[in-house]
């Protein structure tokens, strides 16, 4: 049976296929000639499931979406202090290719438009230009999960025809911001634009920045959290250049695009989204890449200020000591208390992702409701991910409570909250059923006779 996915991407691509507006990019031959009426979209998933239609298997140069990989790279191999030094990560509101510089430092306004991108290139590690490419080419391939090839006769032509690169490269150099000689940093530059990719890798290269940096098919963890983080703020401000703030309202989703036709968007912790068709616009993006892009945030529902997941969702299920049974043998008498003060026990289970919304609302909640019990089990077994933040914010609601003389118990299976050395891993269970027990030794001992 064909998945409700597959059918509305089959849907998108049919009504995006007639738009035939737009012109190829004919600054070099190579891709003046390809054939305009190729069209493909894909959806890659952060767990890996692809879904594909039309020309999603079609080569292409990546052209322009190489600048954020190559701009992560550039950040894992100097830190983000080196790299901020030399670009800046302000939105130009000019074309791609202007020289767009800031005024006193030389400083490339962002790493999106040529002057960061070709700085940028120049500022990845390797003795050789060919060695920067070939460290750039292996990055980008482990973004995709798979050897991405050059293509030659493009990089050629690239070189060939690159004079106002060549001007932008011989600025930053007379700025004082170019280290490497501009014919090298361009050689690197113009081998990353002629990376032969199809809309099938660029989606799971975005997918890889969805899934925070781990491609969904590999497993390999190929750029931290923290650089994807940092590269997906610099798509969103300036991917798109002198387009970035109609497309963030419109589609919402961090982007780049190519003048070679292609197109990538993300969104995190979701999905990696792709098109290629090769007639661009006046801002040099694919005219049905686009299009594409703004249909499947529409129809999926993408934009990523669309936030619904409210914080309090973040406690599953709430029950006192009563619903629980232990599988300690128990007298009479102390089952009769138990069941007298069971209330004073109180459960909290979480689930889904704790962040700060959610941690935050849970401590006020514990605060708020302090009155009404004695000892709370917070139990985390089913909580995914766990900001740093959210931890610090439960541990120190739970010190909170024990000063006002009750306790805090935790359930932590994984041992996700008190890993560390400095925290107080007293009153913390692997398993519920230790902490149900331990609970109804303490109420015996504060309620028994
Ligand atoms: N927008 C783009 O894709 C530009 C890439 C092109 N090779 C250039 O540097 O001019």
Avoid at 154 to 163: L, N, P, Y
Avoid at 309 to 325: F, H, M, N
């Amino acid at each position: 049976m064909q998945s409700l996915v597959q059918k509305y991407l089959e849907q998108i691509y049919s009504s995006v296929l007639p738009d035939s507006s737009g012109w190829l990019a004919d600054y070099i031959p190579e891709l003046a000639v390809v054939n305009p009426e190729k069209f493909g979209i894909c959806i890659a998933t952060i767990d890996g499931t692809v879904y594909e239609v039309g020309d999603a298997e079609w080569p292409f140069t990546i052209q322009s979406v190489s600048k954020p990989f190559t701009y992560g790279m550039a950040l894992a191999d100097n830190g983000e202090q080196a790299v901020d030094a030399k670009i800046d990560v302000e939105p130009s509101g000019d074309a791609y290719n202007e020289i767009s510089l800031e005024r006193g430092t030389g400083r490339p306004l962002n790493p999106m438009i040529n002057a960061g991108a070709i700085l940028a290139a120049s500022l990845v590690n390797g003795a050789e230009p060919e060695e920067q490419f070939e460290r750039l080419r292996d990055f980008y391939s482990r973004f995709a999960g798979r050897e991405l090839p050059l293509d030659y006769n493009v990089f050629t032509s690239e070189h060939d025809a690159g004079d106002r690169n060549r001007a932008i490269a011989y600025m930053l150099r007379t700025v004082g911001v170019l280290d490497q000689l501009p014919e090298d940093a361009l050689d690197v530059y113009f081998r990353q634009c002629s990376v032969q990719v199809t809309a099938r890798d660029l989606a799971l290269m975005a997918a890889t920045l969805a899934n925070t940096g781990m491609q969904p098919l590999t497993g390999e963890q190929v750029l931290s959290p923290q650089l994807v983080r940092r590269v997906l703020s610099v798509m969103t401000t300036c991917g798109m250049y002198d387009a970035a703030g109609d497309w963030v309202s419109a589609v919402g989703l961090p982007a780049k695009s190519g003048v070679g036709g292609g197109i990538l968007a993300v969104l995190p912790g979701q999905i990696g989204i792709a098109a290629y068709s090769p007639r661009i616009d006046r801002h040099s993006h694919s005219v049905r890449g686009v299009k594409a892009c703004r249909a499947l945030s529409d129809t999926f529902d993408l934009h990523f200020l669309n936030v619904t997941r409210g914080s309090r969702s973040i406690v599953r299920a709430r029950y006192d000591l009563k619903r629980r049974t232990s599988t300690a043998a128990r007298t009479p008498a102390q089952r009769g208390i138990l069941a007298a003060h069971g209330d004073r026990v109180q459960f909290f289970e979480l689930h889904g992702d704790l962040l700060f919304g959610g941690a935050e609302a849970v401590a006020r909640g514990l605060a708020d409701e302090a009155g009404s019990f004695d000892i709370v089990v917070i139990e985390i077994g089913g909580v995914d991910q766990i900001s740093d933040v959210a931890r610090r914010l439960l541990l120190d609601a739970r010190g909170a409570l024990a000063v006002e003389g009750k306790t805090g118990i935790l359930v932590d299976p994984e041992n996700r909250l008190v890993d560390e050395e400095d925290i107080d891993d007293s009153n913390a269970f692997t398993e519920l059923a230790d902490a149900v027990t331990w609970c109804e030794e303490e109420l015996l001992k504060r309620y028994g006779t």
